[in-house]
């Protein structure tokens, strides 16, 4: 199969003409005689497997297109050539006849969609264009995936200067994956499965940790043994910070694989999440010691590791 990542863009003649968006994605045109004539992609996502999606319409496969954002950067973007072509009276149009010319319809890497006009014998797509990259992209907008679900450290959580600190997360599809959506686009399907690749935590000592996998929860009969996959230790207390706690963040990066059998090709691309809190309120030694007869020292608690 055919491993690629992002192909250079290049630019399209002709500006984008106003265009309605429906909640769903589909491009509904400038007036209620063309719904549904512009655009329609459809976008299925399941919890753990594959799922089937149908819709879609006519086209065959080209190379990708794209504009340049106001960024300076390139911005890849899938043209399509309507079929049918919308009616004379739509402002997509503006003023052209199809003698001029055809009207294309486009989706860009972001979301952004809408229409183009592109005049006949014009440096553009020589011919109806699917990026499958671009159509996976949408099938992992479907997926709803969350940020790391913090199970370790607790926000009630008590912990020592100098102990391990276990960290780590509970497994969800939404929150770690394996999530798997499927998407199609002008008669190419792209399945794409998501998973974490890694966690990075930002202690709020100024220290990071990056962890390949989601940690493992601490039991009591570990005693004060540092975690084996993921774990902290923080030299000095969190008085004096704002609330008495290092204000933590678990931030998960995604690896995105998708595959599109029909043209035997496929790629993979990473998605950054948004960070979660990590906080954890760290005191010394002598401020854990409690009156009465001597016991143990630190309490193991196995909901969270040492403290």
């Not at 003409?17 to 719904?35: E, I, K, Q």
């Not at 549904?36 to 319409?57: H, I, K, M, P, Q």
């Not at 694989?257 to 029909?262: G, Q, R, S």
Request: hydrophobic share 30%; proline share 10%.
């Amino acid at each position: 199969m055919l491993r690629r990542a992002a192909a250079a863009a290049v630019v399209l003649a002709g500006s984008l003409a106003p265009v309605a968006v429906a909640d769903d994605g589909t491009t509904l045109g400038n007036d209620p005689g063309c719904r549904g004539s512009l655009l329609s992609v459809t976008v299925c996502a399941s919890d753990n497997s594959g799922s089937d999606s149908s819709g879609g319409g006519p086209g065959t496969k080209a190379k990708p297109a794209g504009n340049r954002g106001s960024g300076g950067s390139a911005l890849k973007c899938t043209y399509e050539k309507a079929d049918p072509q919308p009616p004379a009276e739509n402002l997509a149009w503006d003023g052209k006849t199809p003698k001029d010319g055809a009207i294309y319809r486009v989706w860009c890497e972001g979301g952004s969609v809408g229409v183009t006009f592109v005049p006949t014998g014009a440096a553009g797509p020589a011919a109806p264009a699917i990026d499958p990259e671009l159509v996976a992209r949408r099938a992992a907008d479907a997926m709803k995936l969350v940020g790391p679900k913090v199970a370790s450290p607790r926000a009630a959580g008590k912990y020592v200067v100098g102990m391990p600190m276990w960290m780590w997360v509970t497994r969800s599809t939404s929150s770690y994956g394996p999530a798997t959506a499927t998407a199609t686009a002008g008669g190419v399907t792209v399945t794409a499965t998501a998973k974490v690749a890694a966690i990075r935590w930002d202690m709020g000592d100024g220290t990071t940790v990056t962890c390949h996998g989601p940690g493992t929860p601490y039991s009591a009969d570990r005693g004060k043994s540092p975690s084996p996959d993921c774990g902290h230790r923080y030299e000095h207390t969190s008085a004096g910070r704002p609330d008495d706690r290092y204000q933590g963040t678990a931030t998960a990066t995604w690896t995105l694989e998708w595959t599109a059998p029909a043209l035997n090709d496929g790629g993979e691309f990473t998605r950054p999440d948004r960070p979660r809190s990590a906080c954890a309120s760290v005191r010394s030694r002598s401020s854990t010691r409690r009156p009465g007869p001597p016991r143990p020292w630190p309490d193991h608690r196995p909901d969270h590791g040492p403290t």
